[in-house]
């Protein structure tokens, strides 16, 4: 940590952390409905459970990309931030709103809740994501216009790297997409046409400069590799990421009353989407082949790896898997969706906000560059265990999925959804037994917060050669 | 990457690709909300539909029922509802009135929404409203 003022960053990480765990607990609630349909009914139903899920997630990423940006910028703007307190302020209130939402969802039925927060007035809830009400989603719209006023002043008097300039390029992108929340038409199909604009142009537009930046900066720091060359790498990914994600939006066109013209543009250039995750896989590699030293931080490292790899595998390869509209027509709202969904969100941006936290905990905690080994041990357990467990979580569904499109969708006598339902639950409880595997690995992460360890890991000099 | 290609090149590939692709997306949106209400028929879209949209949104129907394919996965497909009820909107209203309380046991069940009539008329409404949208022949059975 080289600027006090990064510390800011540290209520962020460990709020992401707690919600995380909140979050995967509410997973498997949801995977327990999926095969003993009565479990909790009526106290917390299916979708409550799955908003508070879904929600926590989004909540918890925003907290990790928050931290991530007190963290990185001063360092790369060479200068403190702008007002520190400002930014403690916003971490109470995003907190309280955050929470006080969920209780909400979990206390109060939600139409309940929907007359109580003055929903009739400008309805905007009810809509999958974006459940929150319409006073907690200006309470979010407040919170990031005073976090974008406080970086955006620590960048304007500071250094301009392009590292934090793709970075509040990004977040500025999320802020404004996030707008469209606001827009619920009562005609259905423009309804869904402008939420996409929210969730696909976060998740394959501007979360992806996000994603890019945090990647670049650990890169730079666990390498060593010369600032220019990870620049240059950074700025084609984005530009990739976004010349085939912004009219990829167009394959979530194809079957909700859109013309049809989108199932050849959402095709074709969200098949182009893969490029840029998989130059992701490829930069990665390379840095970390070039390196010029061995940071003793190894965990963040492997974490760094790991998010390139699995958000490749998650975006790119389960993603290109159902965008051909010939296919699609087929997968559209099974659990094919559900399986991509997973892998794309758990490799991308969970993998990506535990890796700034990797990279960051050890200053933080007043620990020098890296954890002790013990510590370091532990996390790459936890890493290991979440990334083997989403995988089964998510081929587990595959299989469910396919099953389901073939009993429902294409077979001669295709049969009512609850009735194939109930023929693929085997599929259903061993990816409950996947995500039980998944938990532990989440408390091992955070078990490596709670052991001591001595022994301070160090630079290893030798290898250093491995560089030339 | 080779170093004849620069960073500077790298850059304005991104920002001049991005405003390019920005462009063409608005492009094709002001197509599409121009072709909208064809396909749509939003004349059909009467205050009542409107309304029966509200409480599908005010209940979080979503959160179980996927609706032309999007939402969760737990529950049957309803954009198509209408037509596998057999055109029949009391057939909807009745099963949505009559879901037990407490569930039925060991199954997976639909919470008991104490709707009015009213509002059972415009959610039924709703969804033959939806029903009639042209989704490109989507789903591909009555199954959804
Ligand atoms: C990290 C990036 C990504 C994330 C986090 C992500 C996440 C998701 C999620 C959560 C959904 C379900 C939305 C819903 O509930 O309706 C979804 C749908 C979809 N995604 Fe992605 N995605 C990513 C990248 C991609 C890419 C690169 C592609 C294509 C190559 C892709 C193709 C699709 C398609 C076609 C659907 C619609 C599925 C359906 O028809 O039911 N995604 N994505
Ligand atoms: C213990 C592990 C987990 C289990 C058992 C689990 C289970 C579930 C279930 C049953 C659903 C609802 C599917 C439906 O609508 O029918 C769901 C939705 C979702 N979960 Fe998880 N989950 C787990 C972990 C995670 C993690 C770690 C992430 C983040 C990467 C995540 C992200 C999501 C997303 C984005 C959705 C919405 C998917 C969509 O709309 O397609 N889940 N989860
Ligand atoms: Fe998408």
């Given amino acids: 940590m080289v600027y006090q003022s990064q510390a800011v960053a540290k209520p962020y990480f460990i709020a992401a952390i707690g919600l995380f765990v909140g979050q995967v607990m509410f997973g498997l609630i949801l995977g327990l409905q999926y095969v003993i349909g009565d479990f909790l009914f009526p106290t917390i139903p299916f979708n409550v459970a799955r908003m508070v899920h879904t929600n926590l997630l989004i909540v918890w990423l925003l907290f990790g990309f928050m931290g991530a940006t007190y963290y990185l910028i001063p360092e790369e703007a060479e200068t403190e931030l702008h007002s520190p307190r400002l930014a403690i302020i916003t971490f109470w209130v995003f907190l309280a709103a955050g929470v006080l939402t969920i209780l909400g969802y979990l206390m109060v039925p939600y139409a309940t809740l929907a007359e109580a927060t003055g929903n009739s007035l400008l309805p905007t809830m009810g809509r999958e994501f974006l459940e929150q009400p319409t006073l907690t989603k200006i309470g979010i719209v407040v919170v990031a216009l005073a976090f974008l006023y406080n970086v955006g002043i ?113 095709s074709i250039f969200s098949a182009l989407e893969p490029l840029p995750f998989f130059m992701m896989t490829l930069f990665a590699f390379n840095m970390v082949n070039r390196r010029r030293r061995n940071h003793p931080n190894k965990a963040a490292t492997l974490w760094a790896l790991g998010t390139a790899v699995m958000a490749f595998l998650g975006a790119g390869v389960w993603g290109f898997l159902h965008t051909l509209a010939p296919v699609n027509f087929y997968t559209h709202g099974t659990q094919i969706t559900a399986a991509h969904g997973h892998l794309a969100f758990f490799g991308a941006y969970v993998m990506i906000v535990l890796t700034i936290i990797s990279y960051a905990a050890p200053q933080l905690l007043g620990q020098g560059e890296a954890r002790s080994n013990r510590q370091q041990v532990l996390e790459m357990w936890s890493f290991w265990l979440m990334s083997v467990a989403m995988v089964f979580i998510v081929l587990f569904l595959t299989g469910a999925g396919i099953l389901q499109i073939w009993l429902q969708r294409v077979s001669e006598n295709p049969q009512p959804f609850m009735a194939v339902q109930e023929q693929i639950a085997l599929f259903y409880w061993m990816r409950t037994v996947a995500g039980i595997v998944f938990f532990i690995g989440v408390m091992v992460f955070v078990a490596s917060f709670l052991v001591k360890g001595r022994e301070v890991a160090r630079e290893t000099p030798a290898a250093i050669e491995a560089a030339a | 990457m080779s170093a004849s290609f620069t960073k500077s090149m790298a850059r304005n590939i991104f920002y001049g690709g991005t405003v390019f692709f920005i462009l063409v997306f608005l492009a094709l949106t002001f197509d599409t909300t121009r072709a909208l209400p064809a396909r749509d028929h939003r004349e059909n879209l009467t205050a009542q539909v409107a309304e029966g949209k509200e409480v599908w949104e005010k209940n979080n129907c979503i959160g179980c029922h996927t609706l032309l394919g999007e939402g969760a996965y737990f529950a049957p497909e309803l954009g198509n509802v209408y037509e596998r009820f057999g055109n029949n909107k009391e057939a909807i209203k009745i099963f949505i009135k009559t879901r037990p309380r407490n569930g039925v046991p060991g199954r997976r069940s639909m919470p008991q929404f104490n709707l009015s009539d009213e509002e059972l008329e415009a959610v039924a409404e709703f969804l033959k409203y939806t029903s009639e949208i042209d989704t490109a022949s989507w789903p591909p059975n009555i199954q959804g």
Avoid: C
């Avoid at chain 1, 301009?160 to 929340?181: D, E, P, R, Y």
């Avoid at chain 1, 009219?247 to 959402?266: D, K, L, S």
């Fill in chain 1, 154 to 266: 620590t960048v304007l008097k500071g250094k301009k790297t392009v590292i934090n300039t793709v970075l509040l390029l990004g977040l500025t992108g999320l802020a404004l997409m996030f707008l469209f929340a606001f827009y619920n038409p009562s005609a259905l199909t423009l309804d869904k046409y402008y939420w996409w604009w929210v969730v696909h142009l976060w998740v394959e537009g501007v979360w992806e400069l996000i994603l890019g930046a945090i990647l670049a900066f650990v890169l730079i720091k666990v390498t060593g590799v010369d600032r220019e060359v990870i620049e240059k790498w950074l700025y084609v990914i984005i530009a990739a990421a976004l010349v085939t994600g912004i009219i990829g939006t167009g394959h979530h066109y194809y079957w909700i009353g859109a013309p049809e013209y989108w199932q050849w543009w959402g």
